[in-house]
């Protein structure tokens, strides 16, 4: 089952600009991740919100959480062709005692210099 | 630096063969874990392992079992491989951490597996 939906699917834009992304989920969490995946590779964690923070930094990226729309934003600022990547959601799975962390489908983000 | 080591970057076996995928984590994690990646599907859990010797069902176990005699190392084995299991196969670990916390998941490279 998919907890995380990202939405757009595909992004292009142009270097310089901001970069979008957003994430919906169907149940209750105790945190939300994101991770971006250069082409073929493993996955890298980004940020890391709990359910009782609205938003938060990290350099370049900035992160919203509504728990009452159940749904996230990752924006990345002044992108740079470097940010060329696939981004994805993680939630931990409803329920309690166990560490399932379920992914989405991942926004495909394309940089252009 | 967290270390995950996946033992094949690319792998191509044939329907029916036993296959073994091996995972290593270099720094004393409780938790490991096993996705599959498929394009337009996202990553999709196979099987977890909080402690040496425990592991949990994911979303998609059928046809697929994993073994954790060691704490740092996690295999995932596909008992007869189908071409439906074609697929990357990607392994992660995780500290125990504080689960309302949240902790994050450190990836290995990922293994491209063909069946034939």
């Known amino acids: 089952s998919q907890q995380g939906e990202e939405d757009p699917q595909a992004l292009s834009i142009q270097e310089g600009e901001n970069a979008t992304m957003n994430c919906s989920y169907k149940?209750?969490?105790?945190?939300l991740q994101w991770y971006r995946q250069n082409s073929g590779r493993g996955l890298v964690h980004l940020i890391l919100?709990?359910?009782?923070?609205r938003e938060k930094h990290s350099g370049r990226l900035r992160v919203t959480l509504d728990t009452s729309k159940k749904s996230s934003s990752l924006l990345i600022t002044a992108s740079r062709a470097a940010d060329t990547a696939s981004y994805f959601c993680?939630?931990?799975?409803?329920?309690?005692?166990?560490?399932?962390?379920?992914f989405g489908t991942g926004t495909r983000l394309k940089v252009l210099a | 630096d967290v270390k995950v080591t996946q033992s094949s970057r690319y792998l191509v076996k044939r329907t029916g063969e036993k296959v073994f995928l091996e995972c290593v984590q270099d720094?004393?994690?409780?938790?490991m874990f096993w996705y599959r990646q498929d394009p337009g599907l996202g990553l999709r859990l196979i099987y977890f392992?909080?402690?040496?010797?425990?592991?949990e069902k994911g979303d998609i176990p059928e046809g697929y079992s994993v073994s954790r005699e060691k704490k740092e190392r996690f295999s995932l084995i596909l008992e007869s491989a189908s071409t439906n299991q074609t697929s990357m196969y990607l392994c992660?670990?995780?500290?125990?951490?504080?689960?309302?916390?949240?902790?994050?998941?450190?990836f290995g490279s990922g293994t491209q597996l063909s069946v034939l």
């Open positions: 992660a670990s995780s500290p125990l951490g504080v689960r309302a916390w949240g902790e994050k998941l450190f």
């Open positions: 149940t209750s969490i105790n945190n």
């Open positions: 919100i709990r359910s009782n923070e």
């Open positions: 993680a939630t931990d799975g409803p329920g309690s005692g166990t560490y399932k962390y379920i």
């Open positions: 720094m004393d994690h409780e938790n």
């Open positions: 392992s909080y402690d040496v010797k425990m592991k």
